[in-house]
T-cell receptor
């Protein structure tokens, strides 16, 4: 299965600022997904990132708040914009190689103060 | 869309006992059901999965059963060990390339030595 490197692993940010999270995969993958995991909660899909096209956002998530880039088949970024304390969560990227398997990165633990 | 419910939310067992976690899903089109283990500070790791064409799958101390008619599936861990302590998530997907996983709410398993 794919190996994912996600950066940063954690950060503490001031409200009103933005943070960009990077996800690097060791092989080319078709689909990349970004999830949010609020404290003590399950995983909620933010968006699906496809190379060469705009990301597809789930209900409740908008591009202005969570812009996503997917410049090639091994890399994606998620930006959390104009942050507020409610954005404090773990953000996870996940990849699918086109089959059934989904692999997750180790996550970015974001605290907004 | 798909809705996955998971029970119990917390489970405490004595080392050596068995643990069972149950999930139900709503979308009859779902045909892929993975289970993830998430340890503190880490991303979810796939521990076992099952596709709809089988009713049971086993891997050493871990087994998963699926009842498509009733739309529920379960994780069974036998001879539990303290290192099994973690949060476990079930998920469901149609399995088509790029289709997202819908997660259950998670179960915090505590194995007491």
């Amino acid at each position: 299965s794919a190996v994912i490197s996600q950066k940063p692993s954690r950060d503490i940010c001031q409200r009103g600022t933005s943070l960009t999270i990077q996800c690097q995969v060791d092989s080319q993958v078709t689909m990349m997904f970004w999830y949010r995991q609020q404290p003590g909660q399950s995983l909620t899909l933010i968006a699906t990132a496809n190379q060469g096209s705009e990301a597809t956002y789930e209900s409740g998530f908008v591009i202005d708040k969570f812009p996503i880039s997917r410049p090639n088949l091994t890399f994606s970024t998620l930006t959390v914009s104009n942050m507020s304390p409610e954005d404090s969560s773990i953000y996870l990227c996940s990849v699918s190689s086109g089959g059934y398997g989904y692999t997750f990165g180790s996550g970015t633990r974001l605290t907004v103060v | 869309g798909e809705n996955v419910e998971q029970h119990p939310s917390t489970l405490s067992v004595q080392e050596g006992d068995s643990a069972v976690i149950k999930c139900t899903y709503s979308d009859s089109a779902s045909n892929y059901f993975p289970w993830y283990k998430q340890e503190l500070g880490k991303g979810p790791q796939l521990i076992i999965d099952i596709r709809s064409n089988v009713g049971e799958k086993k891997d050493q101390r871990i087994a998963v059963t699926l009842n498509k008619t009733a739309k529920h599936f379960s994780l069974h861990i036998t001879e539990t060990q303290p290192e099994d302590s973690a949060v476990y998530f079930c998920a469901a997907s149609t399995g088509n390339a790029g289709n997202m996983l819908t997660f259950g709410g998670g179960t915090r398993l505590m194995v007491k030595p």
